[in-house]
């Protein structure tokens, strides 16, 4: 098969994860492929994915080939593949808009973005370079609370003709008059921010489902998440949180019968702690009632590499967004979004996302 020719906007731990494991899985077969949902997809292999170009603002990453910027700080993801090679790609200058948050500037350099003392790429700039580089997708990667970033980009991957990977919570995917625009150009668009591959949405989700086959009341519950990377000292901006509150607790709130009251239900990001660096910890906490309005309740806490635990969903988003493209289907991907993605344009339960996101691999149906 053809290699898959991808962009990104925003070199930082979640792509230094994918780029990662891309080379990883390079030298493994499928019976030690550990990690992966899917080895074989559509006839598409993970080392078949390359990177094509890329796109920053942070002084320790433009100007370098990608191999060594996904290692630069503020990045502070696992190591697991520490001898990248060198990929020819240089990291581009991007557009700074609001992906450049004020308030971390408090903060040592070290753990938050410097901004590149270079000209700021025009939007015709960017344009040519996916257009030039092969690239048939573009990643989006930039900070949570990038509302008029992540909404420029997605206008150049349109201009350019490549679809769009949506992997941060501004609703662009599940907006109709952007799936529209999408599908009008016969270009695939998965999203919007991604679903860990065992994080705290997805156990969430889990447990909320088995409290409702099992017929167990949930009254009231909460997820607390701690962690040490820039994610997380990005959202110590409370203005900045509100998509991403609301895509964690939809995708909650969209597994139970009937969806909690806004006073018993509380989940999203609560405190940066810099030693963790990458690690999240989440705190999670569901009280309801069992048989004859007998209380229970259960605390558990997850610990976690954010990053990489991202990185094995993307990779499957990445393959069928090229399925799609092979297929010549457009808009909004139903189903590998519902699977892969906390706010997707459709919320279905997972055992039901899962069959039609299978489906669609198989070819039985469009979207």
């Known amino acids: 098969m053809d290699s898959i020719k991808i962009a990104i906007v925003g070199v930082g731990n979640c792509a230094s994860s994918l780029l990662q494991g891309i080379e990883y899985y390079r030298g493994k077969s499928e019976d030690d492929a550990t990690g992966l949902m899917h080895w074989n997809l559509g006839g598409y292999l993970p080392s078949e994915i390359e990177v094509a170009a890329a796109f920053d603002i942070d002084a320790r990453k433009v100007g370098k080939d990608v191999s060594e910027a996904i290692f630069a700080p503020p990045n502070c993801t696992t190591a697991f593949c520490p001898g990248m090679p060198r990929t020819g790609v240089t990291v581009r200058m991007g557009r700074v808009l609001d992906g450049f948050p004020g308030h971390m500037q408090g903060y040592k350099e070290e753990h938050r973005f410097i901004l590149a003392d270079e000209e700021e790429a025009s939007r015709e700039e960017i344009v040519r370079e996916l257009e030039d580089s092969g690239a048939e997708m573009l990643l989006n990667y930039l900070p949570v609370g990038s509302e008029e970033a992540a909404r420029f980009y997605a ?55 088995l409290f409702r086959q099992r017929g167990v ?151």
């Open 155 to 209: 206008g150049c991957a349109l201009e350019a003709g490549v679809g769009l990977v949506n992997n941060m919570p501004v609703f662009i995917a599940s907006d109709p008059a952007w799936a529209a625009r999408f599908r009008e150009r016969d270009l695939p668009i998965i999203g919007d921010d991604v679903k860990a591959q065992l994080g705290a949405t997805i156990t969430h989700r889990v447990l909320a489902s």
């Open 217 to 367: 009341k949930l009254d009231r519950t909460y997820q607390l998440n701690t962690g040490g990377n820039t994610d997380f000292l990005n959202m110590l901006n409370r203005d900045r949180l509100a998509s991403k509150r609301t895509s964690k607790t939809e995708a909650v709130q969209s597994v139970l019968e009937e969806p909690l009251d806004d006073d018993n239900i509380h989940i999203g990001p609560s405190d940066y702690v810099c030693w963790q660096k990458d690690n999240k910890v989440c705190f999670l906490r569901m009280e309801g009632r069992l048989f004859g309005d007998v209380p229970m309740h259960i605390d558990l806490r997850l610990s976690v590499e954010d990053s990489p635990n991202s990185a094995g969903i993307v990779i499957d988003a990445i393959r069928c967004c090229r399925l799609a493209l092979d297929r010549g289907v457009g808009g909004a991907l139903i189903s590998p979004s519902a699977y892969f993605m906390k706010h997707p344009p459709l919320q279905f339960r997972d055992d039901d996302a899962y069959r039609m996101t299978e489906e669609f691999i198989r070819g039985a149906r469009n979207d």
